[in-house]
């Protein structure tokens, strides 16, 4: 069965520092890959999506995530943490051979920010 | 700007009740989708609609129904609520098909509403 797998239920990070956040899929095709975040109170907001071509993709809020085909990973990264992107993350997959439009969800990673 | 909105954002019932979630968006989208959130368990796909009248049932339909009667309002009904629905509730909205080159549309998202069965 198709599934996404997030590792990490919480991260802490300091203002400032990098930040990888892991997401690994489970297809039998290459998957449509997404990362959404979700702020406290609020509905999810989609950061970057991979559909095709060059691996790197850049998102907004400096976000950018790398897909690896042979690790089935879509990690998470930015350079620099602010405050504000405190937050939970999901990733998010959907088997594009079926095309049936529907997502499926990791279970999410909480992010806590340090001053 | 696109807007999915959910007619509450906090909710509390009884035991027993039947509970409607409301949903509605503005940007003629075709597909629309029920999400049930849980701590640990990510979102899971409840039901969701191709077109109006129109409905498919997700990973945990059980204990839910929908209505689509409009393109626009996707209901989610919780004919007897019990305290296991006790749970976040996010309806979500996307544009049917693909877009350029191929590429998957989004799916946009509303607040969600924090039900509460008491």
């Known amino acids: 069965a198709q599934s996404v797998t997030q590792p990490d239920i919480h991260i802490t990070v300091s203002e400032g520092a990098s930040l990888e956040l892991r997401c690994n899929y489970s297809?039998?095709?290459?998957?449509?890959l997404f990362w959404y975040v979700q702020s406290p109170g609020q509905g999810l907001q989609l950061l970057l999506k991979?559909?095709?071509?060059?691996?790197l993709v850049q998102g907004i809020k400096g976000f950018e995530a790398e897909f690896k085909r042979s690790q089935s990973s879509f990690n998470l990264r930015k350079p620099s943490v602010h405050w504000s992107d405190a937050a939970e993350y999901f990733c998010?997959?959907?088997?594009?051979?079926?095309?049936?439009?529907?997502?499926?969800f990791g279970t999410g990673t909480r992010l806590t920010i340090i001053p | 700007d696109v807007k999915v909105t959910q007619s509450s954002r906090y909710l509390v019932k009884r035991t027993g009740e039947k509970v409607f979630l409301e949903c509605v968006q503005d940007?003629?989208?075709?597909?629309m989708f029920w999400y049930r959130q849980d701590p640990g368990l990510g979102l899971r796909l409840i039901y969701f609609?191709?077109?109006?009248?129109?409905?498919e049932k997700g990973d945990i339909p059980e204990g839910y129904s929908v209505s689509r009667e409009k393109k626009e309002r996707f209901s989610l009904i919780l004919e007897s609520a019990s305290t296991n629905q006790t749970s976040m509730y996010l309806c979500?909205?996307?544009?049917?098909?693909?877009?350029?080159?191929?590429?998957?549309?989004?799916?946009?998202f509303g607040p969600g509403t924090r039900l509460t069965v008491l």
């Open positions: 998010a997959g959907d088997d594009r051979f079926f095309g049936n439009e529907k997502l499926t």
């Open positions: 297809y039998g095709a290459t998957p449509y």
């Open positions: 991979y559909f095709s071509g060059d691996t």
């Open positions: 940007m003629d989208h075709e597909n």
């Open positions: 609609s191709y077109d109006v009248k129109m409905k």
């Open positions: 979500a909205s996307m544009l049917a098909g693909r877009g350029p080159k191929g590429s998957y549309n989004e799916q946009f």
